[in-house]
């Protein structure tokens, strides 16, 4: 058979390939991922034929790169941006045309779409924009593509318009100074173009306009990837699980896409931050496929919060999607979710501030609770230099953390000034369990007002946030924000992150007799001095810190008795102390009304160990007032030489007559009499007084009529002498306990007076010597008694107490009685008789000269005042003629009566026992 005539094989028709297009790699070549049949999916390289784009620069230093490559060619990057933002991440169908055996290249047409009949021509489509030149060299089928060519040349499109050598990027290779890039575009939106992913949170981009080509690790994440050896390449032995995974789902939703890059960090030479794609945060969906774990170190720089974030990873956990397929709940956790709601969550009062993470607060119910602010780390001596001073600090003294460790008194301090007393809500996050060293701890979000205190502290650089392991859940529940403050303290330099260390030069006198004694003169002479109450070991003792002398003392309070609390065995070999009645209940009380907090104190003296004595004042409480009207202490005979002797003898009579405490029992031995009182018939001695001044505790002051030309010689004296001799302003300076001369403010004229106490702004507290009554003076009128000699002559006005006879409990009722007395002895002279004595005080009758009415028996009669039924034989006639007064205020239902018998409930069930 004749070959001539035998006819051609008909043509095979061109294979089609489909695929979507991960990257362009430049005007005229791309990268094609096809249909994944498991595995990875299968990727190859495809240069467009018959046509050559423009060059792009490469990296210097890359693979196979050199130093002169770091420049375009001519609109390159215009060619490559229009075939990106054509085909990246679309469907295409391709044709290979032929393959260059040496190199493997492979060239080909590629059309837009599922077909190439309707597909768009994507080599026609360049050419026609005059971003690529067409290769004619031997070539028969281009004659579409030299027209197309020919119509981008007269229009000027392109690489063929006039101003094309002007369309080179100025690219920045490398970021000499991340930081001053990161203050230039920092948390801002920088629009970018993702040229490279290394791993799923790594990408490298281009920010544009500005071309700086910087790698960028994603904030607050970290997925699986692969280490790189010696050489820079990655090594497969090191690749973690999901690696692969990770990087594919990136790229296929970043790879050479337009995203915003918002700066918020620097590690190293590589910039942190976040990537905004239209469609999301990538790191949050990374996060939810179980895909990456969150990170603390960059968590704190997330812009908008990390809120997000945490809860993507959370899902992921839950579901145990990806690299959490083996999670498991932490059993610390089990805990705290175990947790009824008021343990979980309540409020509480501080009532210490232990150190820079402890609290010890009580609840509701009265109990105390310690608990410890969660993933916050007080300072340490390792801290700031701490270990230097540790070695130079001599071996013999004695370890104070609270002033030896830098910074944590300014952190023990901001917490107790901010929150001693104060209420706080309290959110349990985890409980630590016991160890072998340390307790088990309950570890909490705190917040006063609003505020997070853990966050507070950190970012006045007072504390550092603790860092934990990856799988480690035990942390606060917002962590995020304590990375953030933690973050911005170190940027600010602050407190444990800066250059400058607190030293605190503390002298602890406690048990120094010899420096206390040192000491002694300048309290005495300071006045009231302000302290901090560092520790209450009983009831009246305690242990302070003086701020402005750097010292710490130990203090007892004085005038009173007070009852020991028990005290533990004191290490191995120690023998425990029993308490006395009633002492663990006054520790509590000035625990409770003292502990941390600022109090005043005046120094009296010192015992021989070197404790000071003296009266301590907290928001103008005197504390062994307060002591002694509790029944939780009793009146020494030292307070007798006192200011305070009479506060203290009234508050003892309070407490007897609510037998509260101590005295619980006293109404076996209140009217114990002694035999000489125990008289059968009553003396009557009246003298003829003037009343001056009324007190507060239903006390008089009394002038007797037969001291009246002896008063006012004495007062003539006085000012005629100050007169002629005016003291001059400022010469003297008032100190407690001095006898002096003072203007009174209702006359201006001098009296005789003595001094109290001093008292701010340059006023004086001072008691008119002569006539009772006290007032506030300025100082500067105040002055020297002249040197007379009628200035040694004692006090013309004598205080005394009314007989038989009690204020009631209600303050109303009070004012009512005292203004009621006050009315009634106002004007006129009466005959004063001293019935007995009790306390120090003399208990007086007093009568009206004229009417001979006894003035506290109408009072009675009225309903202004109490009956005190006392025992003595000689006062029953007068108790009687009293409680026959009180039996008609009650029956008329007089003031106090108004109501009904007020004395009904007076059972010590009520603390109103007489």
């Given at each position: ?7 051609a ?9 489909k ?53 375009d ?52 489509d ?54 001053q ?18 791993d ?22 970290r997925?699986?990837?692969?280490k ?44 942190v ?7 999301g ?12 774990r ?61 150190n820079?993470?402890a ?122 924000a ?57 009831g ?10 750097t ?19 004191g ?36 015992d ?27 009146v ?87 007169n ?31 001094v ?9 507290a ?16 105040c ?5 007379i ?26 004012a ?6 006050r ?92």
């Amino acid at each position: 058979m004749s070959t001539a005539n035998t006819p051609a094989a008909p043509a095979q028709p061109p294979q089609l390939f489909k695929g979507i297009v991960k990257q362009a790699l430049s005007g005229d070549s791309i990268i094609i991922r096809g249909q994944p049949k498991g595995g990875p999916p299968p990727e190859r390289q495809l240069n467009f034929s018959n046509i050559t784009a423009p060059r792009l620069a490469r990296r210097p230093g890359g693979p196979a790169g050199k130093a002169d490559e770091g420049k375009d060619e001519p609109c390159a990057w215009e060619a490559r941006e229009f075939l990106r933002k054509k085909v990246v991440g679309k469907e295409v169908t391709f044709v290979v045309d032929y393959k260059v055996p040496a190199s493997g290249r492979e060239y080909g047409t590629v059309y837009l779409g599922k077909d190439t009949e309707t597909g768009e021509n994507v080599t026609e489509d360049i050419v026609r924009e005059g971003y690529a030149s067409v290769r004619k060299e031997g070539k028969s089928d281009v004659t579409k593509l030299i027209e197309l060519e020919e119509q981008a040349k007269s229009a000027g499109r392109g690489r063929w318009a006039a101003d094309s050598e002007k369309h080179i990027r100025d690219i920045v290779w490398q970021v000499e100074n991340p930081r001053q890039l990161l203050d230039k575009f920092g948390r801002k939106p920088v629009s970018a173009v993702v040229e490279h992913v290394r791993d799923g949170s790594t990408v490298r981009v281009f920010l544009v306009p500005s071309f700086n080509y910087i790698t960028l690790m994603m904030s607050g994440i970290r997925c699986p990837g692969v280490k790189l050896d010696q050489d820079g390449k990655p090594d497969p032995a090191s690749k973690e699980p999901f690696s692969e995974e990770a990087k594919f789902f990136t790229e296929s939703r970043l790879l050479q896409r337009d995203v915003e890059i918002i700066l918020e960090s620097v590690n190293n030479a590589n910039l942190v931050g976040s990537i905004i794609h239209p469609n999301g945060n990538i790191a949050e969906l990374l996060l939810k496929d179980g895909f990456a774990r969150c990170i603390d170190w960059s968590m704190g720089f997330v812009t908008g919060g990390a809120e997000k974030l945490r809860a993507a990873e959370r899902y992921a956990k839950e579901k145990k999607l990806r690299i959490w397929k083996d999670y498991t709940v932490s059993a610390a956790n089990n805990t705290t979710a175990s947790l009824k709601a008021k343990d979980k969550e309540f409020v509480g009062t501080v009532t210490e501030c232990v150190n820079a993470d402890a609290l010890v607060v009580r609840l509701a119910d009265g109990s105390l609770k310690k608990i410890f602010l969660a993933s916050i780390r007080p300072p340490r001596p390792s801290e700031q230099g701490g270990e230097k001073d540790d070695k130079e600090k001599p071996k013999d003294k004695p370890v104070r953390p609270l002033y030896d460790i830098p910074f944590m008194y300014e952190a023990r301090e901001y917490l107790r000034k901010k929150l001693i007393g104060k209420k706080i809500q309290v959110s349990v996050d985890y409980i630590q369990p016991a160890s072998q060293t340390f307790p088990e701890k309950i570890c909490c979000t705190v917040k006063h007002e609003g505020a997070n205190l853990a966050e507070a502290l950190i970012s006045k650089g007072y504390a550092t946030v603790v860092r934990y392991r990856q799988d480690d859940d035990q942390r606060a529940s917002e962590y995020d924000a304590l990375l953030a403050a933690e973050a911005k303290a170190q940027k600010g330099l602050k407190g444990l992150h800066g250059k400058d260390i607190p030293v605190h030069h503390v002298v602890d006198l406690s048990g120094d007799a010899a420096k206390s004694k040192l000491f002694l003169p300048y309290l005495q002479r300071a006045g009231k001095i302000s302290a901090v109450v560092e520790y209450v070991a009983s009831g009246s003792r305690l242990r302070l810190y003086v701020p402005r002398e750097t010292r710490l003392i130990t203090f007892l309070l004085a005038g009173i008795s007070c009852p020991r609390a028990g005290r533990a065995a004191g290490g191995p070999g120690g023998v425990a102390v029993e308490g006395e009645p009633f002492g663990e209940e006054a520790l509590a009380f000035t625990k409770d009304l003292c502990h941390q907090r600022e109090v005043e104190i005046e120094v009296d003296s010192i015992d021989k160990a070197g404790n000071f004595i003296g009266f301590l004042f907290i928001e103008n409480k005197n504390l062994s007032v307060a002591l002694v009207e509790e029944g939780l202490a009793t009146v020494h005979f030292s307070a007798e030489r006192t200011q305070y002797n009479r506060p203290l003898q009234i508050a003892e009579g309070n407490a007897k007559a609510r037998r509260a405490k101590i005295w619980q029992n006293y109404e076996d031995t209140k009217d114990e009499i002694k035999p000489e009182d125990d008289k059968a018939e009553r003396k009557v001695d009246q003298k003829p007084v003037v009343v001056t001044e009324i007190t507060p505790e239903l006390h008089v002051f009394v002038q007797y009529t037969d001291d009246g030309d002896k008063l006012e010689a004495l007062m003539n004296d006085l000012r005629r002498e100050l007169n002629e001799k005016p003291p001059l302003t400022g010469a003297y300076t008032p100190k407690k306990g001095d006898l002096c001369a003072a203007r009174y403010s209702g006359d201006g004229q001098w009296y005789r007076a003595r001094v109290e106490k001093t008292l701010p702004d340059g006023e004086v507290a001072v008691v008119f010597m002569d006539y009772g009554n006290r007032e506030n003076v300025k100082a500067s009128k105040c002055a020297t008694l002249p040197a007379i000699p009628a200035v040694s002559v004692p006090p013309f006005a004598k205080e005394y107490a009314l007989a038989c006879v009690n204020l009631p409990t209600d303050e109303d009722m009070v004012a009512d009685a005292l203004y009621a007395l006050r009315h009634d002895t106002n004007d006129g002279v009466f005959l004063l008789n001293v019935e007995y004595k009790a306390s120090g005080v003399d208990y007086i009758t007093l009568a009206d000269k004229t009417s001979k009415e006894d003035i506290a028996q109408n009072l009675v009669k009225e309903g202004f005042l109490l009956v005190d039924n006392r025992k003595e034989r000689r006062l029953q006639k007068l108790v009687k003629d009293y409680q026959a007064a009180e039996k008609e205020a009650k029956t008329k239902h007089l003031n106090i009566w108004q109501y009904g018998d007020i004395t009904e409930d007076d059972a010590r069930e009520f603390g109103m026992g007489r």
